[in-house]
């Protein structure tokens, strides 16, 4: 038997010592129950907080949703393949964030902020902002004095919109809802032109990857993504990916409206969205309520639009906002507003449905768009008796005002009138003169 000198023991075990890392690191974790439709079960994670981000073997991200007695419900954001039974989830003890910069502006990105335009990643220095934050408290907002110009006639002079206002835009298919908030879009031009920039980001939800691409390419030939940031999750994308889409525009908005910037947000469309969170919903059994929508998706609508507003210009008081990210502490300054442009699709015409009355009492206004005043040729195809903005008068040009003073009222005469004199051939001379006037508007508008 060989001889064991201890001399030799010993150097080896110097050795194995020497290697050793004594510092230990301590990861929360669980396993994956079960997985599939953008949902994961997972067993283990029992101080994991709502809305935090965890992260799974294939480096692939989820948000906690739902914390059950024995289980926790997580969203997926992307593709659940590469994730089976069995698989180690880490908590990262951080909430679903996205890094936003000056560099986003002219990009495409994705929920997560991560370019898909094929232009390399975002450059310059950029900050964590969080997907879900709490809306400005009233003393660090002020009321909207200052006009958000469409450079729509029709909307300009009779709904106006102001700056820090959310003003939605509703209506069947196919009657230039889009169109009018791009339009939007490449009127705010002028302004960066003249060297005050409106920063416009224009959230695609649920829709065809070629509709992106074509608005993506309008913008660009126009020169409107010098300004503007596109938010994009196409039908293809999970469910989680569509629902969250709406909250990482509303986080690059708020850098700039933070930093005492305007800037324009369009969600196209929220209808979509409403539906991408039932599902999500339903998946992670949640009792379902009206027409099957689970009973927060007012909470959905309503947190995310009351983040649109308009900041107080004192910037000591600004400074001290609630919910600042910390990277933006030292950035902050009043004055800057962020105006929001929902879009909700109808069916046949029917405002009283569920999602779109939920999102008419949230919102500060709405713009009615009709199919049949499209078809006839009126475009933007507005109704006027239906449309309003609640709080865009008191930011409107005084020229603007004076000339378009009674305008709308005008106009909602005519329609009502419009309607009666195709029955009747003997009209007295004041209608024919508010028909014929109805009409000149029209041509004007």
Known sequence: ?????????????????????????????????QVGDGIARVYGLSNVQYGELVTFDSGLEGI??????????????????GIKEGDTVKRTQRIASINVGE???GRVVNTLGVPIDGKGPIEGETIEMPLERKAPGVIYRQPVNEPLQTGIKSIDAMIPVGRGQRELVIGDRQTGKTTVCIDTILNQKEFYDAGEPVYC??????????????????LQEKGAMAYTTIVAANASDPAPMQVYAPFAGAAIGEYFRDTGRPALIIYDDLSKQAVAYREVSLLLRRPPGREAYPGDVFYLHSRLLERAAKVITDDNIAKQMNDLPEGLKPKVKGGGSLTALPIIETQAGDVSAYIPTNVISITDGQIFLE????????????NVGISVSRVGGSAQIKSMKKVAGTLKLDQAQFRELEAFAKFGSDLDAATMNVIEKGKRNVEIL
């Open 371 to 382: 199919s049949d005043l499209f078809n006839s040729g009126v475009r933007p195809a507005i």
């Open 1 to 33: 038997m060989a001889e064991v000198k201890a001399a030799e023991v010993s150097a080896i075990l110097k050795q194995q010592l020497t290697g050793f890392d004594s510092s230990v690191s301590l990861d929360e974790v669980g396993s994956v129950l």
């Open 103 to 105: 560099g986003v502006v």
């Open 64 to 81: 906690v949703l739902n914390l059950e007695e024995d289980n926790v419900g997580v969203v997926l954001l992307g593709p659940s393949k």
């Open 201 to 218: 980001i224009y959230v695609a939800i649920g829709q065809k990857a070629s509709t992106v691409a074509g608005i993506a390419n309008t």
